[in-house]
């Protein structure tokens, strides 16, 4: 075998461990996000009171006119 038909068979099995790598890595990522997608990406919907909460008696206006 020359050089030359051993670099291209290298170059050959190199692309294709990179293009399998790279699809591996790809579905990985769909299903991180599909699962993140699943959960709200962590986002509270009001079924949940923890974190910061709103409270508007706080801003109410005191001691303005009447």
Same mark, same amino acid.
Do not use: H, Y
């Given at each position: 075998?020359?050089? !030359? @038909? +051993? +670099?291209? !068979?290298e170059a050959e099995t190199t692309? @294709?461990?990179?293009i399998i790598w790279t699809k591996k %890595?790809? $579905? $990985?990522? %769909? +299903?991180c996000f599909i699962l993140l997608t699943m959960c709200n990406f962590g986002v509270e919907d009001g079924t949940n009171k923890t974190g910061s909460q709103y409270n508007g008696e706080v801003y109410a206006p005191m001691n303005i006119g009447d």
């Open positions: 075998m020359t050089p !030359k @038909e +051993a +670099a291209q !068979k692309f @294709e461990n990179f %890595v790809f $579905w $990985w990522i %769909v +299903a």
